[in-house]
């Protein structure tokens, strides 16, 4: 492929990935699949096989944020992180993980928050819920544990706010796979920290 084509095809897709992000952080658009598609039809480029990582209208996000949401994205991130730091202290003795678009920042008050739990007991999260009078809805949710699909029990509880929280239970041993990353998944300690700086 000739240069000034593969030149060419960078700038769309950069251009693909902040319109995309405009539309999530002006429509609440919160899929990113949905956002680059209905991008790629706004700009032309509907029949492109080229569209953004979600990495890469994450950090479009970002950066439209800091432009032109500094005033009130931060307090509504930081609102939405309060509430998943009580959700997490509420769900301790399951080792929970905050993951997502509230922990990476690009969360706005339309979004939800995400949590990992860790169980070998499939019932025990359903069981803490019931226990505790939490209004919620369950469900499955399909995910790659060691190399293969598979399927595992998911919650999705609305607080007093509005705001939901989605939660998965994953097998104990998940916890110890080393597969999550600071950057991708925080423990209670490390949403502290992000709260205190």
């Known amino acids: 492929m000739s240069k000034p084509h593969l030149q060419r095809r960078d700038l769309m897709r950069e251009q693909l990935a ?18 680059k598609q209905k991008a790629a039809r706004q700009l032309g480029a509907a029949d492109t096989q080229h569209l953004p990582s979600n990495q890469e209208v994450d950090e479009a996000l970002h950066s439209y944020r800091t432009l032109y949401q500094q005033d009130s994205h931060p307090e509504s991130l ?22 997502g678009s509230v922990l990476s920042g690009t969360a706005d008050e339309q979004s939800d928050i995400n949590l990992m739990l860790f169980s070998d007991d499939t019932k025990a999260v359903l069981l803490f819920l019931l226990k505790h009078n939490l209004e919620f809805e369950d469900g499955e949710w399909r995910v790659r544990v060691y190399g293969r699909e598979e399927t595992v029990p998911s919650y999705t509880l609305t607080v007093e706010s509005g705001i939901q929280i989605h ?7 998940a916890r110890h796979s080393g597969s999550r ?3 991708t998944h925080a423990d209670i300690a490390a949403v502290e920290a992000l709260l205190a700086a």
């Open 18 to 35: 902040h319109q995309a992000a405009k539309l999530m952080a002006e429509d609440g658009i919160t899929d990113h699949a949905m956002a």
């Open 78 to 99: 930081y609102l939405l992180r309060e509430e998943a730091l009580a959700a997490m202290r509420l769900l301790e003795q399951f080792h929970p993980y905050l993951t």
């Open 181 to 183: 990353h600071p950057d």
């Open 167 to 173: 939660i998965i239970v994953l097998p104990e041993n």
